[in-house]
Every structure is written in C-alpha cells, then in structure tokens.
C-alpha cells in the first residue's frame, strides 16, 4: 500500500475567560511579577471553572468542525492527550465523542504531559498514513488548575487551563502534510516532575490529600536542564536530517513553557524571535494544549500560511519530548 501523507485540514481552541494575574497570585504566594515575567514570560493565565477538561475541548472542537464544514460523525478516531482527564476513567475521548455525537468514532486518551499533542499527532499521523482512517481529531487540553497547588510558588505562576484541538486528513498533495518526526522518551526523568497519588502507587488517603500528593511537583531547575537541552538538540535534528537551515522555517512552534527554553531552541536553529509562535506571556503553560493553541490563533490571524514550513517542539513530564517537521496546507481563513 502507498503510504499517504497526513495534513492538518482545520484547527480550534478555547481559552477561558477568567484571567489570573501575576499581581493576584503576588497576594496568594510569596511571589512577585517582575520574578514570574523574567524567570518564564508568564504575565496572565486561565483558569477554567465552569467543568472538567472534555467541557473546554468540546468548545475547542465544535469550533473546528465548522470551520471545516465536517459533521461529527463522519470523524474515525479521538485521540486526547491530557494529563487532567475529567475521571481516571473512563477515557476523556469516550467522554468526548458523547458530548459532541461522534457515534461512529472510536478513542482513547494519551498521557505525555507537555509532549502530549506531539506524541498525539505522530500516533493519530498513522492511522492517515497507513489508511485505515481518513478523519482523526487530535486534541490536546489541560485543566491544569485541577492540580495545581494554590500555595506553592514553585509551580502555581507557571500554569493556566486551555484546549486547542486539529483534524487530520490525508494530504491532496504530496509535498505538504506531515513530513517527518522525531520523538524520544527518557523514564529516568520522572523523579523530577510528577503528580504522586491518585494512581495505583499511591492510591487516594487523608495521608496523601494531607501531604498534597495529588498536586503536580516539579523540580524546576532539573527539568529546566533536561529541557533547554533536549528541545533544542531535538529541533536541530529535524532539521539537519532534512537539511534544513532557519531561513527556511516559517515558524518554530514550541511548547510554552519557559521562555527561556524557547528562546534557547530558536537561537540553536538559527531561527529569528520574529518566528517563533509565542503567547506564554497571555496563558502560561498549558500543557499540552500549548501547541495546537499556538497554530489555531496564528492561523486564525492569518499569520500561518499554506505553503509554510514549521517546526514543532515539546518537552515534559516521563521525560518526554520530540520535534515534527510540517508543510502547511490549511488555506487562510476568509476575512468576513
Ligand atoms: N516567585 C519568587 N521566587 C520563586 C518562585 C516564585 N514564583 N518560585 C521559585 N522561587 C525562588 C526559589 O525558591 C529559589 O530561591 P532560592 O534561590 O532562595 O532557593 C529561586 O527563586 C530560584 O528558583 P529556581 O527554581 O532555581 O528558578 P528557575 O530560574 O530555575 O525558574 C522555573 C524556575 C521557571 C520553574 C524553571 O526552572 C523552569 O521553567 N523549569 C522547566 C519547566 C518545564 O519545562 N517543565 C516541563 C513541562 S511541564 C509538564 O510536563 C507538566
């Protein structure tokens, strides 16, 4: 069988409306703004308290099927990447495919923090390419407010609540599309970010909601080294594999969350700040929602161009982390 090429054909997002500031979380924590907005870029973020995460993708994906023109049931696979399903179980993706009505769609959920959309898109990529299906909804969404510890300053600045959401069709053309990956994984980083009880380690006591277990932990400075390191080396791969230089990338679209390691990954590509995706500043880390955010809005501002060569690069919790090469084939939108 020839191998088809997967394109994304529509993108949507939703970010709620309820902001939370630096100069409000300065009189929740021993924080202050200058700190949050030079040590990450964080000025602003979201916080979602009207339902559980599939409430924001349903917003994020109802947008993008009528753009798109597709009805609900036509779609083939849910693939969520989330690290803040709405229960253990079941799947977000069921709970999704209910809410929306895609009865002929089946699903599952893809747990790779910050990495998730990436490793979302690259499994969901397969399912075009090897054509067995001809339309995947892949969504990345985080209600990262439903395990953020309010009192800890280490993590409460770096995290706010999102959904962004892309379809996948096999590519008209062969040029565009999804032209290559890398994706890699390293367990040895789970010691430094982690979300400790609830799961069959640690199974939900008084002791483990005492001891705040349920909240996610991150040892800021050891995952900064792994990140700024592997984003970059991961980004500079995709790119010396196709040989590749900056002046041929459109855009970087990294995962946000650190400007720091952004800014890090683009100067290691030979890539200009002027092309590099980035609203960390408006919504924090919104884990794996960052990503298909950044290409809906930049789409949907007409910023992002058929045609256009992008880079796209995460690093997270596992560790995990991966880049993806892409030819942009969705047309502008209309102006109204
Ligand atoms: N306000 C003021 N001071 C603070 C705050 C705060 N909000 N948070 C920490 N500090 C203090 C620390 O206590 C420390 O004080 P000390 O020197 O007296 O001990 C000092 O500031 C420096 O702390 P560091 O942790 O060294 O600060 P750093 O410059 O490393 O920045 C940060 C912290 C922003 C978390 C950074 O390390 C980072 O971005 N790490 C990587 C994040 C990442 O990429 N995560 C992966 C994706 S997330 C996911 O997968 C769910």
Redesign the pocket.
Known sequence: MELRRAAITAVGHYVPEKILTNAELEKM????DE??RT??GIRERHIFDQGPTSEMVVKAVQNLLLHRGVSAEEIDLIIVAT?TPDMMLPATACVVQEKIGAKNAWGFDLNA??SGFLYALSVGARFIESGVHSKVLVIGADKMSSITDYTD??TC??FGDAAGAVLLEPSVEKEYGILDQCMYSDGSGGAY?NLKAGGSLNPPTHETIDKKMHY?F?D??A??KS?VVCMADVSDEIMNRNKLKGCDIAWLVP?Q??L??IDATAQRMGIDSSKVMMNIDKYG?T?AATIPLCLSEWWQAGKLQRGQKIVLAA???GYTWGSMLIQWSLASPEKP
């Open positions: 924590v021993d924080t202050n700190w949050i040590r990450t690290i923090a910050c300053r280490n600045v770096l970010l996610v991150q800021g400075k995952v900064f990140a995962h969350a650190n720091r390691i880390n884990t690093f997270g919790a």
